[in-house]
């Protein structure tokens, strides 16, 4: 846990920073930040907070780790007002110069399908009241505070110190795993996937990604932190992230995929589509990758996801050039085809343009885009919520978005675990399903180990 001197240190330093600093009365939100000379364990410290509202990011783009703690400020709108919201965010973006957080879900929530996202917003950007950061050189400590906040000084301890409160924890064995549900169960799975089969025929569908939920009950609550470390640890090729919305209902992804990843006018995006196992050797595993490579529908797959991720970035910019071509990502689990592709934007061009165009791209819906997205509303019913959706840090000179993907929700003893598969005219629907069980297996290894 984080020692009560090491607190009443901070606190004290923030206050003593506020009262040095001078003061702009025409902001809404101002940032007050303070270094500190010792190392800090971010996965442990962060479930030491009590706070409510919380959330880690261990971005492998920047390999730099975040935790934000509380709320201080925050955006919030649905895709029927999304020009609207992510107008409001832009200016707060040319205002405030440190880190907004984007919690954006796949697509907009039907009520009418279920309940299981009802607490989150479909976009929401918001800035913590406390944020650490933790880069290469040192750790950084940020306190954001509105206008309203700073006139009580005495006020701004007491919001210090109570973000900061924190008290140590117990690690407890994994609880039993009571029950699985499946949706669609695989019968379904089948029938969906061939019910699409006159649509490819006629080239009106050319992809589509369809995602599956299992539902997995526990004997007791779940500790999402527990499983956010044992993930750290397992995927080190992945960017975390980790959601706390309230002390019941925790989002967790741990993705390999990078929407876009933006240094100054300099942006980059990731191409991930085509996958295939890992072997039980270094050497299967090469060949098995060889085969990934040479894969006629694996290639037409990530190819469709490369076409769209190159055009849109060649209306944004002139200088558009491929970093990486067809190169395999090696997860603990599964090995995907890569590709990345950057661009040099001119500084008219905001970090919500690009979110807006992108997502979601179709490694996580499919070709044509829309007709996709509507076929995706029709077949799925469940909401993916978070799943596939925009998550990250925005910021004033780096911006990581990541995609949702490898996800789950845990409320209380319920973990909703979310999984897709892009289906082409050659897919099988057994080889897919496979697919699907290889993607959990670092999420089901942990559960039934720990």
């Given amino acids: 846990m984080l020692p009560y001197n090491n607190q009443k240190y901070i606190c004290n330093k923030l206050i003593e920073k506020i009262h040095n600093t001078k003061i702009e009365t025409n902001n809404n939100i101002y940032k007050f930040s303070i270094n500190l000379d010792e190392k800090l364990n971010f996965s442990e410290i962060l479930g030491f907070f009590e706070v409510e509202k919380k959330i880690y990011f261990n971005s492998v783009k920047l390999n730099t780790e975040f935790i934000g703690l509380g709320e201080a400020y925050r955006v919030t709108g649905t895709y029927s007002n999304l020009n609207e919201t992510f107008n409001t965010v832009e200016e707060l973006q040319k205002e405030y110069s440190g880190n907004i957080y984007s919690v954006l879900t796949f697509a907009e929530l039907n009520k009418e399908k279920d309940q299981l996202w009802s607490d989150f917003n479909e976009l929401e950007f918001f800035i913590p009241t406390l944020e650490f950061v933790n880069n290469s050189s040192c750790v950084t400590i940020n306190l954001m ?27 407890k064995p994994f609880p039993k795993l009571i029950s699985e549900k499946t949706t669609p169960a695989k019968s379904k799975w089948t029938e969906n996937i061939k019910s699409l089969e006159p649509k490819m025929k006629n080239a009106e569908l050319i992809k589509i990604v369809l995602a599956r939920k299992s539902k997995l009950t526990f004997e007791n609550s779940i500790e999402a932190i527990q499983l956010m470390k044992e993930l750290l640890k397992a995927e080190p090729e992945c960017s975390i992230f980790y959601y706390q919305l309230n002390l019941t209902t925790t989002y967790l992804a741990v993705t390999p995929e990078s929407l876009f990843y933006r240094h100054n006018n300099q942006v980059s995006a990731d191409v991930l589509a085509g996958t295939i196992e890992v072997g039980d ?8 990758a060889h085969v990934l490579q040479n894969s006629k529908k694996d290639n037409l797959e990530h190819n469709e996801v490369f076409h769209y991720i190159e055009t849109i970035l060649k209306d944004l910019s002139n200088v558009v050039t491929v970093k990486e071509k067809l190169n395999i990502l090696k997860l603990s689990k599964v090995q995907h085809l890569k590709s990345i592709i950057e661009a040099k934007v001119s500084s008219d061009i905001s970090d919500l343009t690009i979110l807006k165009k992108l997502h979601p791209t179709p490694a996580i819906a499919g070709v044509p885009k829309h007709s996709t997205l509507d076929l995706i509303k029709s077949i799925e019913p469940f909401n993916r919520g978070l799943f596939a959706g925009a998550i990250g840090v925005l910021g004033r000179h780096i911006t990581d978005i990541a995609v949702g993907i490898r996800s789950c929700l845990i409320c209380k003893n319920e973990l909703c675990l979310f999984v897709g598969s892009g289906i082409l005219e050659a897919s099988s629907a057994d080889n897919e399903w496979e697919e699907l069980n290889r993607k959990v297996l670092n999420y089901k290894n942990i559960i039934t180990v720990c």
């Fill in 145 to 171: 505070l509105t206008k309203a906040q700073l006139t009580n000084k005495q006020d701004i301890k007491a919001l210090i110190m109570d973000s900061l409160k924190s008290k140590s924890k117990k690690t």
């Fill in 281 to 288: 050797t270094k050497e299967k595993t090469k060949q098995l």
